[in-house]
């Protein structure tokens, strides 16, 4: 039990804690967005070691292009990611603590907003995986695996 | 002169004889003649001013934050339609793919029988002979790319009609990164034809500003109150730039024309400003292919089908051209399924199909309204008849696809699966159902919205696009149209505004 507890501390708590130190530095994101995103970015991007440093330089991106969005946009992507922090929405689907959750619920409550019969909430799902590919594959550093010419090389 | 905003630490005030709002494809055509005119003219562009050797990059991270309307990703109140509008100098122009069409017959033929609208082909003919040559306007000599191919081979194997797209370029690389601005200046936007006369002529361009409200007073407007916008975000400053000008013409596009002239509080008898907003409404579908595509490559819209353009639920068959972050926002999955689309992009083929939009009762198209702070939003619901359309448009994409040598076919929706048969794909169409959110639904042509017309009680401004009721105010830009143009509407806007000036 302690060893796994220390496991826990390690991979979740301890990296998360790292990051949220660096809170301060972010425009938009808050202590508990950054273990949202320490928790959902392995399930929508599985292919990508998430790495304490690969989260970090991530939300650093996300916060700097949130930043540059119109005030409304700001406000609705900030409901986006509230969602994600209210209890009783993550209890419908069967995640009692977010920190807790293995990559199975996480992929389900994705499903289950994107497959929702409430129009606001499929929009939620898209939106937030729609943000979450945008951020990654605006990096020129995913393009080699891609195949995608660097374009300065056609000049 | 330029006067940019981003910089901008004091009030400032002008006085011109013309003050225009927006330079895309209306505003620096209209800019430039009037120029040309001898007259003194100030343009306000909310974007900045990027040149050739900025778009060097041909960069999406760079390009859409610094080019387009809230980075790219502006969409319908709703969430539904995705909406790509250029915000800079040259507006639309500037990241367009270059493809230009008249106003279809058949669109003016339904303006002048629902609108009474006077236009014909013959009587256009000289403005649209002057716009194409204003921007060079040619048949594109070099044969089309893979993913253009692939729309004509499919086409031509169903026994359907196609043909070859006009292209507005100059000496153009094919390199198929137009949308990122174009690096060579082959690509003849605005930025490199009326912008240039128009700052030869002593023109104000004032970069980095946004346009917030006209003052008026008893049917005249007597100034334009603009706000800075400092770095490259969209939240304006408190620094304000005031313009007084004899006459004031607003060319922000068919969502910033409506949202300016709401926040204005202009009064508007026919009740349509901002109302009868049209989207071509563009519905995507992806095939997978053995053979290298490379989507990304090469002029990136040079093949069209109008074949289905008339029919009931009529749209317009082109492709997009595929880069990697484009392509990861359009694709509805997440996880696995999504990263393994994503590594076949070389292989990969789309076609769209854009909706003609407008043309029906149940298509009365969406309604600007605006936010807090004044900020431009479109609710904008798909009809019925429009979810017909996307299902037989998505049906015609899967089958040119397949019949052109698709080993497989997406149609992009939340709830597709990629088939790699004809009859596994027909019954899976079937079984889609085309609700918001679930289909994916673009659209980078806005129009309507401020329509023109020959009675004030059912139109926003005349046919030279001046406000009824007020006696120096008018409309240049995409929201003058009465339904969408059916094409894309580069060369229908500037069509129109040399009509208008002659």
New interface residues.
């Given amino acids: 039990m302690a060893a796994l507890l220390i496991t826990w501390r390690q991979g979740v708590l301890v990296p998360a804690a790292k990051i949220a130190g660096r809170v301060k530095e972010f425009h938009f994101l808050e202590k508990p967005d950054i273990l949202l995103l320490q928790k959902m970015l392995p399930?929508?991007?599985?292919?990508q070691k998430w790495s304490v440093e690969e989260v970090a330089r991530f939300s650093s991106r996300l916060d700097e292009?949130i930043?540059?969005?119109?005030?409304?946009?700001t406000a609705e992507i900030r409901q986006l990611f509230d969602l994600f922090h209210i209890k009783p929405f993550l209890w419908m689907n069967g995640i009692y603590h977010l920190e807790n959750a293995n990559k199975e619920q996480l992929?389900s409550l994705?499903s289950s907003m994107?497959?929702s019969r409430l129009?606001d909430l499929?929009?939620a799902g898209?939106?937030f995986?729609?943000l979450?590919?945008?951020i990654?594959?605006?990096?020129?550093n995913?393009?080699k695996?891609?195949?995608?010419?660097a374009?300065?090389e056609?000049? | 002169m330029i006067l940019d905003g981003s910089t901008a630490f004091k009030n400032q005030e002008l006085e011109v004889d013309y003050c225009i709002i927006g330079s895309g494809s209306g505003g620096a055509y209209a800019a430039k003649l009037l120029s040309l005119k001898g007259y003194k003219v100030a343009v306000v562009e909310e974007g900045g001013y990027k040149k050739t050797e900025d778009f060097?990059?041909?960069?999406?991270?760079v390009a859409?934050?610094n080019l387009y309307q809230?980075?790219a990703?502006r969409k319908t109140k709703?969430?539904?339609i995705s909406i790509l509008q250029g915000r800079t100098v040259g507006g639309g122009t500037t990241v367009n793919w270059t493809t230009c069409f008249r106003t279809p017959s058949n669109t003016l033929k339904y303006w002048q029988d629902e609108f009474d609208l006077p236009f014909t082909d013959e009587s256009l003919e000289t403005h649209f002979l002057a716009a194409e040559k204003e921007i060079s306007v040619s048949e594109w000599e070099v044969p089309p790319n893979q993913n253009n191919s692939v729309l004509a081979n499919g086409l031509d194997k169903l026994g359907k009609s196609f043909g070859h797209i006009k292209r507005n370029v100059k000496g153009c690389?094919n390199?198929g990164?137009c949308g990122v601005g174009c690096?060579?200046g082959a690509k003849q936007s605005q930025m490199i034809t009326s912008i240039p006369t128009f700052l030869k002529m002593d023109g104000i361009l004032a970069t980095r500003w946004r346009a917030f409200r006209f003052r008026h007073h008893l049917g005249k407007v007597t100034k334009l109150e603009a706000y800075n916008m400092p770095?490259?975000?969209?939240?304006h400053g408190d620094i304000k730039l005031i313009i007084k000008a004899k006459h004031f013409i607003s060319s922000a596009g068919a969502i910033g024309t409506p949202a300016l002239l709401l926040r204005s509080h202009i009064h508007d008898q026919s009740g349509l400003l901002g109302k009868r907003t049209f989207l071509h409404p563009t519905v995507l579908s992806g095939a997978v292919f053995n053979d290298d595509i490379e989507p990304?490559?090469g002029a990136p819209q040079t093949i069209y089908s109008d074949h289905h353009l008339w029919q009931d639920y009529g749209f317009k068959l082109e492709v997009p051209p595929v880069?990697?972050?484009l392509?990861?926002?359009t694709?509805?999955s997440?996880?696995?399924e999504?990263?393994e689309l994503?590594?076949k992009?070389?292989n990969l083929q789309v076609c769209i199909a854009l909706q003609r939009d407008g043309f029906k009762d149940d298509s009365q198209g969406g309604v600007v309204e605006l936010?807090?702070?004044g900020?431009p939003?479109l609710d904008y619901t798909w009809s019925k008849s429009m979810a017909l359309g996307f299902k037989e448009a998505l049906r015609t994409m899967g089958e040119l696809q397949f019949a052109a040598g698709a080993k497989e076919v997406l149609p992009i929706h939340?709830?597709a699966k990629r088939v790699s048969n004809l009859i596994d794909f027909y019954s899976h169409i079937d079984e889609l159902e085309m609700k918001?959110?679930?289909l994916k639904v673009v659209s980078a042509h806005v129009m309507g919205g401020a329509c023109f017309g020959i009675d004030k009680s059912s139109s926003v401004t005349d046919i030279h696009g001046r406000l009824w009721g007020y006696e120096n105010l008018s409309v240049m830009d995409g929201s003058l149209f009465p339904t969408s143009i059916g094409a894309n509407p580069m060369l229908s806007i500037l069509g129109h505004v040399h009509r208008i000036f002659s």
């Fill in positions: 399930v929508l991007l599985p292919f292009t930043y540059l969005t119109t005030k409304p946009v992929k994705i994107k497959h129009k499929k929009a898209n939106g995986c729609e979450m590919s945008s990654y594959y605006a990096d020129p995913t393009y695996d891609l195949s995608y010419e374009p300065l056609l000049l | 060097k990059e041909l960069r999406e991270d859409y934050p809230e980075l990703s709703d969430k539904n690389y390199l990164y690096a060579t770095g490259i975000g969209n939240t990304h490559l880069h990697p972050l392509l990861a926002s694709l509805m997440h996880g696995d999504h990263r994503m590594l992009l070389k936010t807090n702070g900020y939003v939340v709830r918001p959110i679930d």
